[in-house]
Nanobody, 122 residues
């Protein structure tokens, strides 16, 4: 199983980006994918999660009103749409997966994609 994250870049405050996490090698949809981020000098934190088979989504408080996690079944890709970006959203964003209905944590995730850098700056 492999995850490939992409879509990061430089964006002005108030702008939007859509991150993608393409999954390959998965033989069922009994898994959950989470997005995490790590800002410079800070620890990793969860952003949002999608439990694929259950069809449930979960968001960290700061992400609830601005970010949306979704999945394209045909492409086996999970997206993180980020709107109204703020400088404090600057971080390396990574996706990770765990089997089951529950969101992965940085300790329970079994597969990680490489990070993609999001920089929010004027």
């Amino acid at each position: 199983v492999q995850l490939q994250a992409s879509g990061g870049g430089l964006v002005r405050p108030g702008g939007s980006l859509r991150l993608s996490c393409a999954a390959s090698g998965l033989e069922s949809d009994y898994y959950a994918i989470g997005w995490f981020r790590q800002a410079p000098g800070k620890g990793r934190e969860g952003v949002a999660c999608l439990a694929v088979k259950a069809g449930r989504t979960y968001y960290t408080d700061f992400a609830k009103d601005r970010f949306t996690i979704s999945r394209d079944n045909a492409k086996n890709t999970v997206y993180l749409q980020m709107n109204d970006l703020k400088p404090e959203d600057t971080a390396v964003y990574s996706c990770a997966a765990v089997w089951g209905h529950y969101c992965p944590t940085e300790y329970t995730a079994v597969v990680w994609g490489q990070g993609t850098l999001v920089t929010v700056s004027a």
